[in-house]
Nanobody, 126 residues
């Protein structure tokens, strides 16, 4: 079982930046054997994937809506994945979740996420 705890959300003006963090704990498997992803869900809408990173941090995937503005990264020594969000827009307002997909050092894609955090609210004012 993997526990994921997000932090770093808040209220920011359009054009501003936020950095989300997600710390993983509780698994008998090493953090570096998991691909990680950030998802978001705005009120009344379905959850959507925002960014994903492979187990090594060397390969990343982004939704078109955030390319060039958001950066996903990970620090396997700290069991942490980050989402740096720049040039934020009101449409980025949502609850942001991190998720873990066990890949065991493989390059299989797409990832199947089985572990989810509780989410952190990001609100961007215009």
């Amino acid at each position: 079982q993997v526990q994921l705890v997000e932090s770093g959300g808040g209220l920011v003006q359009a054009g501003g930046s936020l950095r989300l963090s997600c710390v993983a704990s509780g698994s008998g498997r090493t953090f570096s054997k998991y691909a990680m992803g950030w998802f978001r869900q705005a009120r009344g809408l379905e959850r959507e994937v925002v960014a994903q990173v492979d187990w090594s941090g060397g390969t990343t995937y982004y939704a078109d809506s955030v390319k060039g503005r958001f950066t996903i990264s990970r620090d396997n020594a700290k069991n942490t994945v980050y989402l740096q969000m720049n040039s934020l827009k009101p449409e980025d307002t949502a609850v942001y979740f991190c998720a873990a997909a066990y890949v065991g050092y493989s390059d299989f894609y797409p990832y199947e996420y089985h572990y989810w955090g509780q989410g952190t609210q990001v609100t961007v004012s215009s």
